[in-house]
């Protein structure tokens, strides 16, 4: 039953998400299929795997037991799956987590290069949402790009770059409303907010505590991408990486000194930081992404804090 790697790799998604639909949008497969094919594993095994319940599912004590198993298979088939050597280059799957901005706005135009030169490796991005990380002891990605600098010993963080954001607008909407000239004087302005505008840390506490006390927040998502497509469009005001001035006509900066700070980091287990196709995006990250002199991107600058 062990070497049937698809069933494993069905029942270890399931049981990271926790839920038939979560593990759905990683796996592409429809939550019918997946249903079967738990149903399919806990036949083989003649074991009960999960608990069914409202919150979503957990794992019994035999599916416990399995998920370790399984875990000492994932391993073995990453190992010998990725960096392969094709007859023209690399070939295999490469697992990369971020957020949404990152993932929607600055990675796709700077990928062009990197799939000209390796055709055969398939990226395979899963969207974090809010504050949520990716365990990469467990391997659940190869690599990943975060905001928080991790805590986990095993990992080890290639490049540290900061992004920095400011009050901007639409072309539009400057027109129409104006500009604010102060903190206090954003409250009589529509304003678009995030979920991470509302921290009150560090250099966010000023405008997260102004948000407190704002009357015309006129449009909130969770996801950067929209949140940045909402302003260009003259909704409202809002927080975005200086980088977008650079990359869109249409939007203008507010300055009126107030700015944000906060790192990037790129990250991933210590174990697979040399394999080769993973070194080779790697490589091409820090480049595209992690530079001192790209106006166009998402960070102002680079420092990188980690050598690998």
Not at 39 to 51: G, P
Not at 110 to 130: A, M, Y
Not at 228 to 247: F, H, K, N, Y
Request: aromatic residues 6%; charged residues 25%; neutral net charge.
């Amino acid at each position: 039953m062990l070497s049937d790697w698809d069933l494993l790799r069905v029942f270890i998604e399931v049981a990271r998400a926790g839920s038939l639909r979560r593990a759905a949008s990683k796996l592409l497969l429809t939550q019918p299929t997946i249903g079967k094919k738990i149903e399919q594993l806990e036949h083989t095994l003649d074991k009960k795997l999960f608990y069914r319940t409202r919150s979503g599912l957990s794992l019994t004590p035999a599916g416990k037991h399995l998920v370790e198993l399984a875990e000492e298979v994932e391993q073995r088939v990453l190992a010998t799956s990725i960096g392969i050597d094709a007859s023209d280059g690399l070939k295999g799957r490469l697992r990369v987590a971020m957020h949404d901005g990152m993932a929607g706005y600055w990675l796709p135009p700077r990928l062009r290069r990197f799939h000209i030169e390796n055709p055969h490796i398939l990226l395979d991005v899963q969207i974090l949402q809010g504050y949520e990380t990716v365990n990469l002891s467990r391997r659940e990605a190869d690599l990943t790009i975060v905001y928080d600098y991790p805590e986990d010993p095993d990992v080890v963080v290639l490049k540290t770059a900061e992004m920095e954001a400011m009050p901007v607008c639409s072309k539009w909407f400057a027109d129409y409303w104006g500009r604010p000239t102060s903190l206090e004087d954003v409250l009589r302005f529509p304003v678009c907010t995030h979920p991470f505008h509302h921290r009150k840390e560090g250099e966010m506490r000023p405008w997260a505590e102004m948000l407190e006390r704002h009357s015309m927040i006129t449009y909130r998502t969770a996801s950067s991408l929209v949140l940045g497509r909402a302003v260009r469009e003259g909704i409202g005001l809002s927080l975005l990486p200086v980088g977008v001035l650079a990359r869109e006509d249409d939007a203008t900066s507010i300055d009126f000194g107030f700015r944000v700070r906060n790192n990037v980091h790129l990250v991933c287990h210590r174990e697979v930081k040399d394999i080769p196709i993973i070194r080779k995006l790697i490589n091409h990250l820090s480049q595209a992404l992690f530079v001192d002199d790209d106006s166009c991107g998402p960070t102002a600058k680079s420092s990188p804090r980690l050598s690998a």
